[in-house]
């Protein structure tokens, strides 16, 4: 059998890199490249020693594991018992992933006839399995299982931050209350033009059975102000609520969104509560989140001013409650 120890050597040092790596972006670790590189050549300096047999008693449990303790150490460092534990951690999740894919995929690929021909039995009578993977399979795999793994913590990651914005909305006109989820978007810049109050977006399913029976599934194709205009034949309790608010989308020109005045808009992000009057709710003919993660758009200011309304009340000691934060 021929040993080509110098592949052996670059693709260990490939893998032992591709693991290290991506353990320091789990940990949201900045990488030294030198570290990085000396850290992965021990690890594939380990793998060639395999093949000097005066060297087969450093093939144990206790020597594998000092040599990630080690590993990790010139990697990153030690700043701390507690973070070197949740990287070690980590690490060997990654690992275990890695090796955990590279079997599933093999065994998927292989046909009955393959796996018993692979099983045979001990004369204890314990049952046995013989498993060959072929290099370039076990390569092409392990970088692919960690290519998806990252995909998959990458758009947890996504989430988790999306999260974060993510907020109970209530809409209160008259006694009607109409509540759900909404995102803080940041970026969402609408307001009135002539009363300069902001606008938030929601979707008009919401309001559904609220609106003009006439109004229904027009709202997405037809400009609001032709709906306006049917009013003066079919009248609407809140018809002198309704304002036109004139927006400018993506790649079209200036357009129309029919907006709301309610009498209170009620936001909650966690365990704080904001309030405000000063609002307009649009209402949006489609769908807002593709997978129905919100269904309303929250103008930061009705956030971001009730914070500023909050600090300056206890600044200057107020002894009235800010009527935009509870």
Request: glycine letters at 8%.
């Amino acid at each position: 059998m021929v040993v080509y120890v110098d592949l052996i050597f670059l693709t260990n040092l490939c893998i032992d890199g591709a693991l290290i790596g991506l353990t320091a972006w789990m940990r949201s670790i900045k990488l030294v490249w030198w570290r990085w590189l000396l850290s992965a050549v021990v690890g594939a300096l380990y793998v060639v020693m395999m093949f000097v047999p005066e060297l087969e008693f450093m093939f144990t449990f206790l020597i594998k594991f000092g040599l990630s303790l080690v590993m990790l150490s010139i990697a990153f460092g030690f700043k701390g018992l507690q973070t070197f534990v949740r990287t070690l951690g980590t690490f060997y999740v990654i690992n275990f992933v890695a090796a955990g894919g590279i079997l599933g995929m093999h065994y998927m690929l292989q046909n009955s006839g393959e796996i018993f021909n692979g099983i045979w039995f001990t004369t204890s009578g314990g049952m046995s399995f013989d498993l060959k993977i072929a290099f370039w399979f076990t390569f092409i795999v392990f970088f692919t299982v960690l290519f998806l793994f990252k995909v998959v913590q990458n758009s947890k990651r996504k989430t988790d931050r999306m999260t974060t914005y993510l907020g109970r909305v209530e809409v209160v006109i008259d006694e009607v209350s109409i509540t759900c989820t909404g995102l803080v978007d940041t970026g969402n810049q609408l307001t009135d033009p002539l009363s300069r109050l902001p606008v938030m977006v929601m979707e008009v399913s919401l309001w559904q059975d609220l609106l003009p029976e006439a109004w229904k599934g027009r709202l997405k194709d037809e400009t609001p102000d032709n709906l306006i205009m049917e009013l003066d034949q079919e009248q609407f309790r809140w018809q002198d609520r309704l304002r036109l608010v004139p927006f400018r989308g993506i790649n079209k020109g200036t357009a129309f969104m029919l907006a709301i005045r309610p009498d209170l808009v009620r936001v909650s992000l966690g365990e704080i509560c904001y309030e405000t009057t000063k609002v307009l709710v649009g209402l949006d003919g489609g769908v807002l989140s593709s997978e129905g993660k919100y269904r309303a758009v929250i103008h930061p200011e009705l956030v971001s001013e009730a914070v500023n309304t909050q600090s300056t009340a206890l600044t200057v000691g107020a002894t009235e409650k800010p009527l935009n934060v509870v």
